[in-house]
């Protein structure tokens, strides 16, 4: 981390510094929320949660090695403390101030309503052939999750590749104004979050406030195969299945199991390429990554050797082998467009049937029953032998998906009593649904059988 004293941390969120004032210029190593976290030199910012408060554990902060606690409450803490008002609004201040002490590298802001993770990890990956990279970890890309990964740039960061997640309006507005992206990505506007954002055109309103606070010169890189990001003028780049972009794809082929090839097509040139994943989606988050290491002045050979490094994120089209079955755990979340295009994926698979596990896909808003007989509709003709809903809302999935033999629980646990007898030796299964319908438990049984 680089030097950012008390001094500064006080002044950025306009804090009330308690203690003796000699300790204004004490440096910090780390910034956490979370009181297990804490090592010598951390400050510590007391958030109250929905679970807990981290007004509890200050002492225990204290006792860690933590130097100072941002508080929203005065009392007879150690000291030194600096007393806020709001210690959310406070981290996010204090994460800006802390940006501002990199006026020189380049920040890469990625966002969209499907891809987001992987399209960081794979920018993540061509970047580190020629930048130290700082990267989002996991999915830490909310009001909380954005500021955390700034504070935690390392002195030598070049470049930062954060991903930005939001589901109202106003927030990409406030990520914005701490991240001030010098290069904007954003994957594609589908169907997600519409019980506040009503409708696609909602959705790409909320997505470009990242504009707001973006660097004068930055380089807007967009899915050009998307009909709603196509509308967005100035952009430097467009990538996309479709030749009409400024990077696009040819020869998608295969291998059933574990990699990709393609041909990259840029400024007229063509370039044997391949990705170790599957999916044309992923080959679009190849693109994205090729348009940024272009924008950043990469050559294109260690762009391309880059997408090998490519690592999926657990839950995220990850793929498992057991004795039994081969399990496509992409259970982390699920809207319509993500669902479509893991189907799409699950296609290409070579197996002797494959087998569909979906669950509900939460916050569409008034029209979520439509939305999910449509992406039954598309399951059927996506080539799959069985189809497993869990749901309420997972019914009118199965309702729309006919021809093809299918079961349908309530419960997680109630499919999980009765899957093992479902499932053949060698089938693949897809294991997908919204983050709160917990599938990780699935794929843990699937794991296990």
């Known amino acids: ?88 609004i406070a981290i996010k201040q204090i994460a800006a101030a802390y940006r501002e002490k990199f006026p020189n590298i380049e920040v890469i802001g990625v966002t969209g309503s499907v891809g987001k993770t992987s399209t960081k990890e794979m920018l993540a990956a061509v970047l580190a052939k020629k930048y130290t990279v700082h990267k989002t970890q996991g999915n830490f890309n909310n009001e909380l999750g954005v500021p955390l990964t700034l504070l935690a740039m390392p002195e030598d960061t070049e470049v930062a590749v954060v991903e930005m997640g939001i589901n109202h309006y106003g927030e990409m507005t406030r990520l914005s104004k701490m991240v001030r992206p010098t290069v904007c990505m954003l994957t594609n506007i589908g169907c997600c979050h519409l019980e506040n954002l009503i409708d696609r055109d909602g959705v790409l309103r909320a997505k470009t406030e990242m504009f707001t606070y973006m660097a004068e010169d930055a380089d807007i890189i967009v899915n050009g195969d998307d009909d709603k990001l196509a509308t967005i003028e100035n952009t430097t780049y467009r990538f996309g299945l479709g030749s009409g972009n400024d990077f696009y794809a040819e020869d998608i082929t295969s291998n059933g199991v574990d990699n990709t090839e393609f041909t990259l097509c840029h400024d007229g040139k063509k370039y044997k390429a391949s990705i170790p994943a599957l999916g044309d989606h992923m080959v679009t988050n190849a693109l ?67 087998v569909a596990v979906l669950g509900d896909m939460k916050e569409l808003g008034e029209n979520e029953k439509a939305l999910h007989r449509e992406v039954g509709e598309f399951a059927a003709k996506s080539g799959i032998d069985v189809l497993i809903t869990v749901g309420e809302l997972a019914r009118e999935l199965a309702d729309g998906c006919e021809g093809i033999e299918k079961h349908s629980y309530d419960t997680v646990e109630a499919a999980l009593e009765e899957i093992e007898d479902i499932l053949h030796k060698d089938d693949i299964v897809l294991v997908k649904a919204s983050h709160s319908m917990k599938f990780e438990n699935i794929v843990k049984f699937l794991e296990e059988m």
């Open 288 to 354: 994205a990554a090729a348009a940024a290491g272009t924008a950043l002045n990469m050559e294109m050979s260690d762009i391309i050797e880059g997408f090998r490094d490519y690592v999926a994120v657990g839950g995220r089209a990850r793929i498992v082998e057991t004795d039994i079955v081969k399990i496509i755990d992409d259970c982390y979340n699920a809207n319509p467009n993500s669902v479509k295009a893991s189907l799409g994926t699950l296609k290409t698979m070579k197996a002797k049937r494959k």
């Open 1 to 88: 981390m680089k030097e950012f004293t008390l001094g500064e941390i006080a002044k950025s969120c306009g804090g009330k510094f308690i203690g003796d004032r000699s300790h204004l210029l004490d440096t910090v190593t780390n910034v956490v929320i979370d009181s297990r976290k804490v090592t010598e030199g951390s400050l510590f910012v007391a958030i109250k949660g929905e679970r807990t408060d981290g007004h509890l554990y200050i002492d225990k902060a204290y006792d860690m090695g933590a130097v100072c606690v941002i508080s929203e409450q005065e009392s007879d803490y150690g000291e030194p403390y600096i007393l806020v008002e709001s210690s959310e």
